[in-house]
């Protein structure tokens, strides 16, 4: 099993964005078009791309559809997500091209819909987005693009989700998120412990080259790379050749981490 670098690209009303803690009104525009930006990853060897349409996240609505079906013709598997509020809104982002589609707030909000689009289209197909932060002494679960706390926790809702079948987690510290202070390890670690089957994506607070070697030892499926490429800490290309694309962790298969 490999061990994923996936770029990511942030839309706003199809620009290249990136947002601090999840907060749109704290939102830096790149000057770089999506799909140029997209091929370009290609080109250095990714291939996964992660698309989110923040503004249907905000919205419930997928108003960056154009955008992503763009992105999809790049010659990477997009996954991508950002105001899915239905069947039908999957349904039009398999049609654009997405391969694997990004659940967020209805996989917190309404779980049990979620787990029977596990069973009806299959886990491969299917990524978990239960973003959080620590607040209270918990793992507090946000949606709606972060702007709204639900009362269910991480903890409550991950066994749920592991008992449906769920193979892919993107578990974004959101206090962490474009603040490049280092992906949050230990949250990483207690993934790894509640539900070892997963696949977990480590995101937000990657800043530098160790940080994906960190996150790989510890038994991450893969890392998501957003401010870090678009600020030239590193490049891609760099990011690929540290990390052992080839041979996963024991860890990730199902065993505890044993090195963190």
Known sequence: MTFAVIPAIDLRAGRVVRLLQGDYGRCTEYPLEPLALAQAY???????????????????????????????????????????????????????????????????????????????YGAERITLALDTRWREGAWRLSSGGWESDEKITLDELLPRYVEAGARHLLCTDIDRDGMLTGPNIELLQHLRHAAPTLQVQVSGGVRKLADLREAQSCGAAGVILGRALLEGRFTLAEALAVVDSTVMPASAAGREPTSC
Do not use: Y
């Open 42 to 120: 290609a080109a250095a060897g990714a291939e996964w791309l992660h698309g989110v349409d923040l503004d249907g996240a905000r919205s419930g609505t997928l108003e960056n559809l154009p955008t992503l079906r763009r992105l999809a013709s790049s010659g990477l598997r997009l996954q991508a997500g950002g105001g899915i509020r239905s069947e039908a809104d999957i349904e039009r982002l398999f049609e654009a091209g997405v391969s694997r589609v990004v659940v967020g707030s209805l996989a917190i909000c309404k779980p049990q819909q979620v787990m029977c689009w596990l069973g009806k």
